[in-house]
C-alpha cells in the first residue's frame, strides 16, 4: 500500500511531523484533486475513498495545524494555538442545513468532554449566515467563522475548505498535530432526527475515541 501512495502523492524526505498542514495540502493537492476528478468520472467510488483516505493516512497524518485566525460570532479574532486541549473541529457551510439531530449529538459531546477536548464548529460564511446556521449549538462548544469574502481568511479556506470540502471533521492532538480527517455523512432531508442523532452520535464517538487513544497514560 505505501508504495502505491508513493506515485500518488508526493511524499517528503522530511518527518511529515515537522511539516505544517498548508504546506503538505500545497504539495499534494493537486495530485489528489486530478486522481480524485478521474475517478468521479469513472463512478469509481471506491478509488475516491481510497484517495482520500490515502491523503489523510500518508501525508496530512501528523502534520501540524497552522496557527489559522477565525472569528467569533462577535467578530473578536481568535487563533487556534489559543487553545490547549485536543482539537475537534467540525466544519460547515451555511447552505448545508445542520440537523437538529446532528446539533443535539454536537451538543451531547460538548457536554460530556469539554474538559478534555476543545471542540469547534467552524462555519465558511459572513458572520449574519453563521450566526443563522449555528441556532441551536450552545456552549461549550464554539462557534467561529471565516469568510470567504475577506481576504484575510484566503489561507485557512484554501487550506481546509477547499482542499476536502464540507461538512468536515478535524481531529488533533493537544499541539495541533492532525490526528485524522473525516467526511461527515450526509443525511437525507426526510430521515428522522433521532435517527440522525443516534447515527451522528455513533459517528462523533469514533474520532471521540482517536483522541483518547491517543492521549498520554499519564493524562
Given at each position: 500500500m505505501v508504495m502505491t501512495i508513493g506515485f500518488l502523492f508526493q511524499l517528503h524526505g522530511q518527518n511529515p511531523k515537522d511539516l505544517l498542514f498548508s504546506s503538505v495540502i500545497e504539495k499534494n493537492i493537486k495530485a489528489f484533486n486530478r486522481k480524485s476528478e478521474q475517478a468521479f468520472l469513472n463512478n469509481d467510488m471506491e478509488r475516491v475513498s481510497f484517495l482520500f483516505d490515502s491523503l489523510v493516512n500518508h501525508v496530512v497524518k501528523g502534520s501540524q495545524l497552522d496557527n489559522f485566525t477565525f472569528q467569533r460570532l462577535n467578530k473578536r479574532k481568535v487563533e487556534l494555538d489559543q487553545f490547549r486541549k485536543p482539537?475537534?473541529?467540525?466544519?460547515?457551510s451555511s447552505w448545508y442545513p445542520i440537523n437538529p439531530g446532528e446539533i443535539r449529538a454536537i451538543n451531547d459531546l460538548g457536554r460530556k468532554f469539554s474538559k478534555e477536548i476543545d471542540f469547534l464548529v467552524i462555519f465558511w460564511d459572513p458572520p449574519g449566515q453563521a450566526k443563522k446556521a449555528s441556532a441551536g449549538i450552545k456552549r461549550p462548544i464554539q462557534v467561529l467563522y471565516a469568510?470567504?469574502?475577506?481576504?484575510?481568511?484566503?489561507h485557512v479556506i484554501s487550506s481546509m475548505k477547499h482542499s476536502f470540502g464540507v461538512p468536515t471533521l478535524f481531529i488533533t492532538d493537544e499541539n495541533r498535530r492532525v490526528l485524522t480527517i473525516g467526511r461527515i455523512p450526509a443525511f437525507y432531508y426526510n430521515e428522522d432526527s433521532e435517527v440522525i442523532y443516534q447515527t451522528k452520535t455513533e459517528y462523533f464517538y469514533r474520532y471521540i475515541n482517536k483522541i483518547q487513544e491517543n492521549a498520554s497514560p499519564l493524562d
Open positions: 482539537l475537534f473541529i467540525l466544519t460547515y469568510d470567504e469574502k475577506q481576504n484575510v481568511h484566503d
